[in-house]
């Protein structure tokens, strides 16, 4: 019932701003009879087109706001037939944020902490990998990048068992964040192919005024061709921090039972396990669990969702 309200709710705000703006107009003397027929002739494809569009942001940011909701019931009254609380409580958090036992806090800097170096050190040696493989020449360059690039096509449930055994017996690194860490750190064949696009649509005058300049290919890459490439670099930084942060199956393999090492996804998983009933108590880890990458994508969602430079300055 609250769907179809909220449905006709939006349609009635879609027609009401509609024909508000159309008053405006007309009384400012803005618009004429050409442009207003044309509004009205469009208004039906775009209030359907509001109405769907609408709809399908509801779907997919209604399961976040029903775990926001259920975080602050009590738990006589997470299984009830009411989406909003009876009574906002807020003890559902301070109870995940200071009980030793769960031990929330350190789940979420462990996540911080084996997410960041793998990001910024792997970053830049994807950085360094696709420069080379995009603006430096030399032989096998193309057939070194086509056997990289196949390896993404590699399922990621055919290597888990040869890469644990590895990391288990050559390298006795289990029941320890190193596999989660030390492997990112050497880059990531997804980061070189992206910032590689990106990097050959850079155009070959920069790296041939750094060569008259009297630098060298590496101090090229430095001075130029990185500081350009920092918003591709932090577009990407925010999809692997993002990657690295929600990791389940990692830590699950490799950390083992020690719970001092847990991240957060598996302090959570192991609430779950061990409060089934507690459903209150869990969304309220699971909002907690989205705050640094909402804060993140909030901060940086411009260089997220487009990172390119201008270089009409160089034309001519």
């Not at 701003?17 to 469009?42: I, P, S």
């Not at 209030?47 to 769907?52: A, F, N, S, T």
């Not at 399908?56 to 029903?66: D, K, N, Q, S, T």
Request: charged share 15%.
């Amino acid at each position: 019932m609250y769907r179809l309200i909220i449905i006709v709710a939006t349609v009635v705000a879609v027609c009401v701003a509609y024909f508000a703006t159309v008053a405006l107009l007309h009384k400012k003397e803005v618009t004429d009879k050409v442009m207003h027929r044309r509004l009205v002739g469009k208004f039906p494809q775009t209030v359907l087109c509001y109405v769907v569009l609408t709809a399908v942001a509801l779907m997919i940011v209604f399961p976040f706001l029903y775990a926001l909701l259920l975080s602050f019931k009590t738990g006589s009254d997470v299984f009830g037939t009411n989406i909003f609380p009876e009574k906002f409580v807020i003890r559902n958090y301070k109870t995940v944020l200071s009980d030793s036992d769960i031990r929330l806090f350190g789940g979420l800097l462990n996540s911080i902490l084996y997410a960041l170096p793998p990001c910024l050190i792997g970053v830049m040696t994807s950085t360094m990998a696709a420069y080379a493989l995009s603006r430096l020449h030399f032989k096998g360059r193309d057939q070194i990048f086509a056997v990289l690039f196949a390896t993404i096509c590699i399922p990621g449930v055919i290597t888990l068992i040869p890469s644990y055994i590895m990391f288990a017996k050559l390298y006795g690194w289990v029941d320890s964040p190193l596999p989660l860490i030390i492997p990112g750190m050497c880059g990531s064949v997804t980061v070189i192919f992206f910032l590689r696009q990106f990097l050959l649509g850079l155009p070959k005058e920069l790296d041939e005024a750094g060569i008259i300049d009297g630098l060298s290919k590496g101090g090229v890459f430095f001075r130029i061709i990185m500081p350009l490439s920092w918003p591709a670099m932090l577009a990407q930084f925010l999809l692997a921090f993002n990657a690295g942060y929600n990791d389940f199956m990692g830590p699950l393999l490799y950390i083992g039972s020690n719970k001092s090492l847990y991240t957060v996804q598996l302090t959570v998983y192991s609430m779950a396990s061990a409060n089934v009933k507690q459903m209150e108590k869990i969304m309220a880890a699971c909002v907690i669990t989205l705050l640094p990458s909402i804060v993140m994508f909030t901060f940086a969602q411009k260089y997220f969702l487009g990172s390119s430079i201008s270089v009409e300055g160089l034309k001519g």
